[in-house]
């Protein structure tokens, strides 16, 4: 008599540190890579999307004013916290995905972290200059991060991708709303949780699971959202995203048809594309 | 039912009437205020609402460092809310301090935006009965159309009735022309059966508007208090045909609390007092969430901080 039934799992979105249910009160059934059935996940609608991008915002000054030390030290501590929960990570991974080898994803997801922990405060050195101009100033030019990003994440890769575009938004000093991958959404549920229970401040990261293609559009086109990364947007509506984006000039990055290779080496390029650039000109000899 | 003339005849016979009104049902008022918060407003409606509570906003500065400057910078915003859209309504009132009606006055003529001014040892009410005169005459003096007072929260506590409804009589001989608005300070009244009470006193004393909370003492307005009060004015027309106003004050920060308090009056006072002259909000960022949620109604796409004046 140990036919024990497994608890069906029903998950929450992750909004301002907290896990709520959907104000729509919709779920989904998320399936694994053969069809059967893995947990349901909440269905964010558009007024979870405004809830996030209210406590994104409330999370900017904190998050974008912290040293980069502090936030490099946070980043860190989340990779730890990953190294933790590796088995599980490597579960879900293998369940969404199908793949053979995801112990190796999942320590190229906690590699990441860790590359761009380190990052964090070097930003300033590499991306800042001292600038010769032809008069007496002292003029000098400092990365500064864009604001609140919402960033469509990638559907194939649930958590190597996630983590590939997460990281460089928040290592910026940004805070920023997640849709998660549609059809993939626990990889990402599991590291709200990371992120929950680590030292990064409730509202830094929203983390939303539902239909990508109906938030997209009002993240896109809400007037409080700086920025907007189109990784994973359906491909048939990027132009539409982008039309939408434009009515409030936000930063958009753009995606490639295909899905890159996460496991290639990051590079500074997420990073420089939700970093603004800001310029003092300082008077000398005085 | 006695006469209203004869409760106010002395102490005893107030005391006897204000104690006579039947008890509020804590788990009632409280079940129906947010029973009737739940009502979803939308499209048409909501962008009625909306507009309807711009116009009662008493767009307020209280603070220490008020300045001039401060307070034209909100005459502006009084005036034209939202500049991009004209169309927007001007909003119920500013209220400030009494050394800063005069600026207000001067920055608000001709534009049907009323001017209101706490009074009376603002907010706690602890002064003698000439200083609070005198600061009423000095706000109505220098243009005032309304009056916020403050009542003895320590008289009206230890059960001297009679001096807080002479109190307010005699402040609302010194408002003259000018609105009075009696401030009952609901957070420090602690019980319902109170807010009734304090509630009755100042409508038989002849204030124009009940005002729940300075907003400087917490809790400051709530729903179920709004409604107990609502339900003062509401019986006080049944009795006499006057209609006084309702105005909540403190921690109304944004639209949908706004949209629940219109509820709540449409449902327990009545249509009638959907209207600037009988209930008002006393708020300072409300306005900007009502400018921003209009934007996302016509705008089709939600709006933010970045297209509302900072104030």
């Known amino acids: 008599m140990s036919d024990r039934v497994t608890v069906a799992k029903t998950y929450k979105l992750y909004i301002g540190g907290a896990f709520p249910r959907s104000e729509s009160g919709r779920v989904y059934p998320v399936a694994d890579s053969r069809g059967g059935f893995l947990a349901n996940a909440a269905q964010a609608s558009r007024k979870d999307a405004r809830e996030a991008v209210a406590a994104a915002r409330k999370a900017f000054p904190g998050w974008s004013g912290a040293t980069a030390y502090n936030r490099g030290q946070v980043l860190y501590r989340v990779a730890e916290l990953l190294e933790g929960r590796r088995a599980q990570f490597v579960h879900e991974v293998t369940a969404s995905e199908g793949v053979k080898r995801a112990e190796a994803i999942v320590d190229a997801a906690i590699d990441r972290w860790v590359w761009y922990a380190g990052w964090t405060d070097k930003l300033a050195a590499v991306l800042g200059s001292s600038n010769p101009v032809a008069g007496p100033y002292f003029s000098f030019s400092t990365p500064e991060p864009t604001g609140v990003v919402a960033v469509l994440a990638p559907q194939h890769s649930s958590l190597l991708g996630l983590v590939s575009v997460l990281a460089p938004v928040i290592a910026a000093g940004n805070t920023c709303v997640v849709v998660s991958s549609q059809d993939r959404p626990l990889p990402a549920i599991t590291l709200s949780e990371v992120l929950a229970t680590s030292d990064v401040p409730g509202g830094v990261v929203n983390v939303l699971t539902g239909r990508t293609a109906e938030l997209a559009p009002w993240l896109a086109a809400h007037a409080d959202v700086n920025a907007l990364d189109l990784t994973g947007a359906p491909d048939s509506t990027r132009t539409e995203l982008e039309k939408a984006a434009a009515g409030t000039v936000k930063r958009v990055l753009r995606a490639p048809r295909t899905e890159p290779d996460w496991t290639r080496e990051p590079d500074m390029a997420r990073m420089r594309a939700v970093l603004e650039t800001k310029t003092v000109w300082h008077p000398m000899g005085v | ?311």
């Not at chain 2, 400057?69 to 915003?77: D, P, S």
């Not at chain 2, 009589?169 to 602690?190: N, P, R, W, Y």
């Not at chain 2, 059966?193 to 400087?216: E, H, M, P, Q, Y």
Request: aromatic residues 6%.
């Open chain 2, 1 to 311: 039912m006695t006469e209203l003339s004869e409760v106010t005849r002395d102490d005893a016979s107030l005391r006897r009437f204000l104690h006579g009104l039947p008890g509020v049902d804590q788990v009632g008022v409280e079940q129906r205020a947010a029973g009737l918060a739940t009502r979803s407003i939308k499209k048409a409606s909501k962008l009625w609402a909306i507009d309807t509570a711009i116009s009662m906003v008493d767009l307020t500065t209280l603070e220490g460092a008020d300045t001039p400057g401060k307070v034209r910078t909100l005459a502006a915003k009084a005036r034209r809310p939202d500049a991009e859209y004209p169309e927007v309504p001007h909003v119920g009132a500013v209220c400030v301090y009494p050394d800063l009606v005069e600026t207000a006055v001067t920055a608000l003529v001709g534009s049907g935006v009323g001017v209101a001014s706490v009074a009376t040892a603002f907010p706690s009410g602890r002064s003698n009965r000439q200083v609070k005169i005198a600061d009423t005459e000095m706000a109505v003096a220098a243009g005032a159309s309304e009056i916020d007072m403050v009542i003895d929260r320590g008289a009206f506590l230890s059960g001297r009735y009679g001096q807080v409804y002479e109190e307010i009589v005699a402040v609302k001989a010194a408002c003259g022309d000018a609105h009075l608005k009696v401030i009952l300070e609901t957070g420090e009244l602690s019980t319902y059966d109170n807010v009734r009470r304090a509630s009755w006193l100042a409508l038989l004393a002849g204030g124009d508007f009940i005002k729940t909370s300075t907003g400087k003492v917490s809790p400051a307005a709530t729903l179920p208090v709004t409604h107990v009060m609502l339900q003062a004015v509401r019986d006080w027309r049944d009795r006499t045909g006057q209609l006084r106003g309702v105005k909540p004050a403190g921690g109304i920060r944004n639209t949908k609390d706004a949209i629940r308090y219109l509820v709540a009056v449409h449902e327990v006072a009545g249509p009638e007092w959907l209207t600037p002259s009988l209930f008002r909000f006393g708020a300072s960022s409300l306005l900007n969430d009502l400018l921003m949620q209009r934007r996302t109604q016509l705008e089709g796409h939600y709006s933010g901080p970045d297209y509302v004046t900072v104030d």
